[in-house]
């Protein structure tokens, strides 16, 4: 469903991403791990279409990222994939309950009903009305979870997705996203610097200067 063709990706003259192939299976929950700086969410933003590599191609079920204009790239970002950003990107204006309903409404399938649901699954029950401001940069992660998980994508990708929170919350966090892709069968790439995240994942990567390699 994913596949990573010799991608190359260099800022200022300086190669952060070179030759990188990979294959992910559909349905995999795959972490990826390693050191602050190597390229990993710039992988992500790769993958999701957000930044454009500058060789080499990255297919989504076959299709190549670089071969659709905006518009499809928008539609296909919105339609199959969800976006656990390392810095959230909630939106501050709209309430949590709008923030976690958005996709769902940009895909003409409004259910306030499903979005509520992931918003108390995600522990925050009875916050739909607050705005993003009122709370806590751990509260604004699970958000941007929800939000992630709610139109059920087939490919989920988080960056850091527990990054900013406790390691209870974190373990019950992870395991509702787990569980909500497994039942989807969606497919998850996470980055993470944690051991017991990426424990939960079916396999782990950790990306180096000379690639993707098995944990
Ligand atoms: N838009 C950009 N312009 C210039 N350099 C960038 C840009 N985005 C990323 N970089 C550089 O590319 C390298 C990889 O960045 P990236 O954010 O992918 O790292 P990371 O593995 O996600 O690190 P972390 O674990 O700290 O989040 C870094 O050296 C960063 O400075
Ligand atoms: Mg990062």
Request: glycine fraction near 10%; aromatic fraction near 4%.
């Given at each position: 469903?994913l596949e990573?063709?010799?991608?190359?990706?260099?800022?200022?003259?300086?190669a952060?991403?070179?030759?990188?192939?990979?294959?992910?299976?559909?349905?995999e929950?795959?972490?990826?791990?390693?050191?602050?700086?190597?390229g990993?969410?710039?992988?992500?933003?790769?993958?999701a279409?957000?930044?454009?590599?500058?060789?080499?191609?990255?297919l989504?079920?076959g299709?190549?990222?670089s071969?659709?204009?905006?518009?499809?790239?928008?539609?296909l970002?919105?339609?199959?994939?969800?976006?656990?950003f390392?810095?959230?990107?909630v939106?501050?204006h709209?309430t949590?309950?709008?923030n976690?309903?958005l996709p769902?409404?940009?895909?003409?399938?409004?259910?306030?009903?499903?979005?509520?649901?992931?918003?108390?699954?995600?522990?925050?029950?009875?916050?739909g009305?607050?705005?993003?401001?009122?709370?806590?940069?751990?509260?604004?992660?699970?958000?941007?979870?929800?939000?992630?998980?709610v139109?059920?994508?087939?490919l989920?990708?988080?960056?850091?997705?527990?990054?900013n929170?406790?390691?209870?919350?974190a373990d019950?966090i992870l395991?509702?996203?787990r569980?909500?892709i497994?039942e989807?069968?969606?497919?998850?790439?996470?980055?993470?610097?944690?051991?017991?995240?990426?424990?939960?994942?079916?396999r782990?990567?950790?990306?180096?200067?000379?690639g993707?390699?098995?944990?």
């Amino acid at each position: 469903m994913l596949e990573l063709v010799n991608l190359g990706k260099s800022y200022g003259g300086r190669a952060v991403l070179a030759k990188l192939s990979h294959r992910f299976e559909p349905g995999e929950f795959v972490a990826v791990m390693g050191e602050s700086g190597v390229g990993k969410s710039t992988l992500l933003n790769l993958i999701a279409g957000l930044d454009a590599p500058d060789s080499g191609q990255v297919l989504v079920d076959g299709i190549p990222m670089s071969g659709l204009d905006d518009d499809a790239a928008t539609l296909l970002r919105r339609t199959r994939m969800g976006f656990i950003f390392q810095a959230f990107h909630v939106l501050p204006h709209l309430t949590l309950a709008q923030n976690v309903a958005l996709p769902l409404l940009l895909n003409g399938k409004p259910d306030p009903a499903r979005a509520a649901r992931m918003l108390d699954a995600v522990g925050l029950a009875g916050r739909g009305n607050d705005f993003p401001r009122q709370l806590s940069g751990g509260e604004l992660q699970r958000v941007a979870i929800a939000r992630a998980l709610v139109h059920r994508p087939a490919l989920l990708l988080a960056d850091e997705p527990t990054g900013n929170l406790d390691p209870e919350t974190a373990d019950g966090i992870l395991h509702l996203l787990r569980a909500e892709i497994k039942e989807s069968g969606a497919g998850a790439i996470m980055v993470t610097h944690s051991h017991a995240a990426a424990s939960l994942a079916d396999r782990t990567l950790v990306l180096t200067r000379s690639g993707l390699k098995l944990a």
